[in-house]
């Protein structure tokens, strides 16, 4: 498991939410707590029902991000955590946009854990090829506006060079970083309970 130092906790409690301690903030309960809200569920089934429901979708089910989480709970925790950071730092980015790309940012469809399975066409350098191929897999399966595209494509800023242009894009790239943290925290705790699609 890994440890922040005190100083990563206080920048990241500053950022995310100056209101709370960072105990509070860097909580993995917070996940929890998201996961059970009636109204962030609400939020993710009125703007995303058709990628939630999908077939394609469903798939992210099977393929794991990290430790015992999978990329669809992954996905939904991006999208929660980005509902969230959105309102707290009152960036008003657009919600259905940002609930969008936050679902599809990791639409890569293949178990990158796994150096032969199909579409995993750079194994070595996932983490700078996946941003694409989940656009190019997103851009195929969904109409897709150009912020969507701009989450999608640039999410894992700084490790790849195109920097986000859009505050949508910038949000979900703070959220991404946000719930792996929470889940890397979590990592031994229980799966997803909700159904969202
Ligand atoms: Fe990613
Ligand atoms: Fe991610």
């Known amino acids: 498991m890994h440890s922040l130092i005190s100083d990563d906790k206080d920048i990241l409690g500053r950022v995310m939410d100056g209101e709370e301690s960072v105990s509070d903030i860097l909580d993995p309960e917070l996940l929890d707590q998201m996961e059970r809200s009636e109204e962030y569920r609400s939020i993710l089934r009125r703007h995303g029902e058709d990628i939630l429901s999908s077939q394609n979708y469903q798939r992210l089910k099977s393929f794991i991000q990290h430790g015992n989480v999978t990329v669809y709970e992954h996905c939904i925790h991006v999208a ?9 730092l009152s ?14 940012h990791d639409y890569f469809l293949y178990d990158w854990h796994n150096a032969d399975a199909p579409g995993n066409i750079h194994p070595k350098l996932h983490g700078f090829y996946h941003p ?10 969904f109409a897709l506006s150009e912020r969507e595209k701009d989450i999608i494509g640039k999410h894992m800023w700084p490790l790849t060079v195109k920097v986000p242009m859009c505050r949508e894009a910038w949000v979900v790239c703070m959220a991404d970083k946000y719930a792996s943290t929470l889940e890397t ?13």
């Open 80 to 88: 929660l955590c980005a509902i969230r950071l959105n309102e707290k």
């Open 91 to 104: 960036i008003r980015g657009k919600r259905r946009e940002l609930v969008r790309g936050a679902l599809l």
């Open 132 to 141: 694409g191929i989940a656009l190019k897999n997103a851009t195929r399966d």
């Open 185 to 197: 925290l979590r990592i031994r705790k229980g799966k997803i309970r909700v159904d969202y699609a």
